[in-house]
């Protein structure tokens, strides 16, 4: 399976919610969720909290209550993009 092709299914760069911020962790053996985000990063509001924060890379997390947020490179260009894991969801260990 490629890492980012659009499969068609309801995982990969174009999945939603919980399964994009986990596509999104784990692509490129994790490399890519600490990369920035072109152009300074989007302004994001928590999907969880409501609170403003500033996504700068593509895996990141609101500065108030800690809800995971992704967006996938394909699709960087706007916050609306940005995708939330769900109020009880929680990094896995590295
Ligand atoms: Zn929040």
């Known amino acids: 399976m ?3 092709s659009n499969t068609g299914g309801n995982t990969g760069p ?3 919610g919980r399964d994009l911020v986990e596509f999104v962790y784990q692509a490129h053996g994790g490399g890519l969720r600490d990369q920035p ?3 300074g990063g989007l302004i994001a509001v928590c999907q969880g909290c409501g609170a403003g924060f500033t996504l700068t890379t593509f895996v990141g997390q609101c500065t108030d209550c800690g809800g995971v947020h992704a967006v996938s490179p394909p699709r960087s260009d706007s916050a609306g993009n940005i995708q939330f894991a769900g109020k009880n969801f929680s990094l896995p260990e590295v």
């Open 37 to 39: 985000i072109p152009n």
């Open 14 to 16: 174009f999945a939603e």
């Open 2 to 4: 490629g890492c980012c």
